[in-house]
């Protein structure tokens, strides 16, 4: 399970858990403006945006889990098993592989009103990158500084939905998700009130009593409101170390521990990395699960008028500062 949020200080964080029990040996990725980006189905684009993400790159392709454009455009790829749909090829719109998607949209637009207005023209075709590669059962959250959307290819077709609360987690379907929080409204940040009855007297014995009913486990449904709640009430700093910690904080809220979710036989699911990119400044922040110093990558530290990719494999394992 994952999941992907976004918030805003002074400048806009955009990132995400990835929690699985094995990795793809994924790298932060830069992908340079000259890049040529090929598809399988539609136009190349010889120049495009530059991008920063988590990727693996395979036979000299970035398959991307998450990124961000150098115009702070950003997206997500998130597990939607069971759910997602991919179409046969269609003669009357852009055929766009799943795994194509991400530097498709990045590599073009800037806001999200311009992406709502090409999903009305992209279909998105079943061909598998590869055998090692096949398609992935994804759906995905879309935001730039102020809008985010959730784009689902379901049986039905492609469903683009508004995500005003800038959260996605995986199954059900989005327009479930949201719903769902209706059942959530009475939660607060503050001490609850006696609403139950005149006749009984209550105490608040304890602090965080207002949201007592918050989810706490690791379902997608019951993170998708943990994080919805930690994210919407988020207060913090506008400087970089208290945004980028208020960020992993608001992640940290839905991680996954060793031991909690076993993927049977015998696996256990984990965050593998939690990533914060200031879709602003091009700066990309991870944490692994075993790693809890911040790492960055810069973009714009990089040739972005190169045509190779910069890749930076993950520090795993503590970085521990010694003070003695
Ligand atoms: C598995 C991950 C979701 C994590 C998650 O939710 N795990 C719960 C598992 S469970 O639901 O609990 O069982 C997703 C998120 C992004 C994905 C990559 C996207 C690029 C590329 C697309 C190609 O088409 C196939 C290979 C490819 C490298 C993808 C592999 C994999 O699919 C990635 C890592």
New binding site residues.
């Given amino acids: ?2 999941t992907g949020a976004n918030y805003t200080t002074s400048d806009h964080y955009f990132g995400r858990n ?4 094995f990795s ?1 040996n ?1 790298a932060v990725t830069v992908t340079p403006r000259n890049f040529p980006f090929r598809f399988r189905r539609a136009e190349p684009l010889p120049t495009h945006h530059a991008i920063i993400g988590m ?2 790159i ?1 036979d000299g392709y970035p ?4 990124a961000t454009n150098e115009k702070g455009l950003s997206m ?4 939607f ?1 069971g759910n997602a749909d991919y179409k046969p090829e269609a003669s009357d719109k852009t055929n766009i ?3 194509e998607f ?1 530097p498709w949209i990045l590599g073009q637009f800037e806001t999200v009103d311009e992406v709502k207005a090409e999903l009305e023209r992209i279909n998105l075709v079943d061909i ?2 590869s055998d090692a ?6 759906h995905w959250i879309i935001s730039d500084r102020t809008t985010s959307i959730t784009v689902e290819s379901v049986a039905e077709g492609l469903k683009v939905y508004d995500n005003p609360i800038g959260v996605l987690t ?2 059900p379907t989005f327009d479930i998700q949201a719903f769902t929080l209706n059942n959530f409204m009475h939660l607060s940040t503050n001490p609850p009130q006696n609403n139950f009855s005149d006749a009984l007297e209550f105490d608040v014995y304890s602090r965080g009593m207002g949201a007592i009913g918050l989810p706490g486990d690791l379902s997608s449904a019951s993170r998708f409101v943990k994080a919805a709640f930690t994210k919407m009430n988020s207060v913090s700093g506008d400087s970089e170390s208290e945004s980028i910690s208020q960020f992993f904080q608001i992640l940290g809220s839905v991680a996954q521990q060793r031991g909690c ?1 076993e ?1 049977p036989p015998g696996k256990f ?1 984990i965050t593998i990395y939690s990533s914060c990119c200031n879709t602003d400044k091009g700066i990309y922040y991870y944490t692994t699960y075993e790693n809890s110093q911040v790492t960055a990558v810069d973009m714009h530290k990089e040739d972005l008028d190169g045509s190779v990719l910069a890749d930076y494999p993950l520090i795993k394992g503590q970085q521990i500062h010694w003070q003695n």
Wanted: net charge negative; with cysteine.
């Fill in positions: 399970m994952c990835l929690d699985l029990e793809y994924e990727a693996t395979s398959l991307y889990y998450d997500a790829g998130l597990n098993p592989t799943p795994f991400i598998s990158f590669f096949p398609l992935s059962p994804l995986n199954n979710v993927v699911e």
